[in-house]
T-cell receptor, first 113, second 114 residues
Framework: DAKTTQPNSMESNEEEPVHLPCNHSTISGTDYIHWYRQLPSQGPEYVIHGLTSNVNNRMASLAIAEDRKSSTLILHRATLRDAAVYYCILRDGIYNQGGKLIFGQGTELSVKP | DTEVTQTPKHLVMGMTNKKSLKCEQHMGHRAMYWYKQKAKKPPELMFVYSYEKLSINESVPSRFSPECPNSSLLNLHLHALQPEDSALYLC?????????????FGDGTRLSIL
């Protein structure tokens, strides 16, 4: 399984943008990049995913490097509710292995008022 | 509010007890998952069911026995657990096992083994 590397922790101020980096230098051509987050005392929550192009949804944006060896999750205006552990995950291109979410250590984001 | 419902929320059991964890979803999803999460660690996949058949077993000890009686329900039967099995057990579901399908998680059952 391809591995991802994220900083252990990051801090942000409320209402400012946050850029959460992820390195995945061994990504294969068919791996999708997924981001999940886990708020305290809750199960993980899907945030966004992409393959090659940048993606936007109501929660965040995902910027993918041209060589796909890194990506960045962008929260446009952090709120206190965004304090969570953010996981960057590669999902295998083989169908029956695609269900496997292999969580790394993630980045713990704290948001200051 | 989560669309994947897990019961009970908390469970305390002795090492000789038999208990079951239950997970339910009504989103029409055909893939369901069990994960285990120890404190301050990321979730680890245990089992994957696809169309009510066991698809992936991540070498989980036999004291954990999954069951998928229908497309909406997933159980995890527990027997003769060890203290190190104390953890948060998370259930998830997705449309299918494909790599683009988001997984929807419940809030878990916090299990303590005495």
């Amino acid at each position: 399984d391809a591995k991802t590397t994220q900083p252990n922790s990051m801090e942000s101020n409320e209402e400012e943008p946050v850029h959460l980096p992820c390195n995945h230098s061994t990504i294969s051509g068919t791996d999708y990049i997924h981001w999940y987050r886990q708020l305290p005392s809750q199960g993980p929550e899907y945030v966004i995913h992409g393959l090659t192009s940048n993606v936007n949804n109501r929660m965040a944006s995902l910027a993918i490097a041209e060589d796909r060896k890194s990506s960045t999750l962008i929260l446009h205006r952090a709120t206190l509710r965004d304090a969570a552990v953010y996981y960057c995950i590669l999902r295998d291109g083989i169908y029956n292995q695609g269900g496997k979410l292999i969580f790394g250590q993630g980045t713990e984001l704290s948001v200051k008022p | 509010d989560t669309e994947v419902t897990q019961t009970p929320k908390h469970l305390v059991m002795g090492m000789t007890n038999k208990k079951s964890l239950k997970c339910e979803q009504h989103m029409g999803h055909r893939a369901m998952y069990w994960y285990k999460q120890k404190a301050k660690k990321p979730p680890e996949l245990m089992f994957v069911y696809s169309y009510e058949k066991l698809s992936i077993n991540e070498s989980v000890p036999s004291r954990f026995s999954p069951e998928c009686p229908n497309s909406s329900l997933l159980n995890l039967h527990l027997h003769a657990l060890q203290p190190e099995d104390s953890a948060l057990y998370l259930c998830a579901s997705s449309q299918d096992q494909g790599r683009v399908q988001p997984q929807h998680f419940g809030d878990g059952t916090r299990l303590s083994i005495l």
